[in-house]
């Protein structure tokens, strides 16, 4: 059975620094596209990163580039994100999603619609105060 696991999430101040976890089982992670949405209250799920298959590279959307790392330990059959310099409006529950097909398929620009993430984890929380 496919399962991401979230875990990391918490509440920090405005210009630290958190990461977070996704825990990958039942599949291999080598052969998906792995990323990361969040949604905060009030608004639509956002998509922020994700890497493509076989390291296929690694993608962010402007909001977060520069700040936030997505990265992939195979041993630990993890996927990381790693975010810096954060912002109250970086408030939200964050989810590791997977897709059996490329999240990047032109290798310029990471898909952004959650529908096209197959599986989903139950997401994190983290919280920015000012």
């Known amino acids: 059975q496919l399962q991401l696991v979230e875990s990391g999430g918490g509440s920090v101040q405005s210009g630290g620094s958190l990461s977070l976890s996704c825990a990958v089982s039942g599949f291999n992670m080598d052969y998906f596209a792995i990323g990361w949405f969040r949604q905060a209250p009030g608004k639509e799920r956002e998509a922020i990163s994700c890497?493509?298959?076989?390291?296929?590279?690694?993608f962010y959307v402007d909001s977060v580039k520069g700040r936030f790392t997505i990265s992939r330990e195979r041993a630990k059959s993890t996927v990381y994100l790693r975010m810096n310099s954060l912002k109250p409006e970086d408030t939200a529950d964050y989810y590791c999603?997977?897709?059996?097909?490329?999240?990047?398929?032109?290798?310029?620009?990471?898909?952004?619609?959650?529908?096209?993430?197959?599986?989903w984890g139950q997401g994190t929380l983290v919280t920015v105060s000012s």
């Open positions: 999603v997977a897709r059996t097909e490329a999240c990047s398929p032109s290798a310029t620009a990471m898909l952004t619609e959650p529908e096209y993430y197959d599986y």
């Open positions: 890497i493509n298959p076989n390291n296929g590279g690694k």
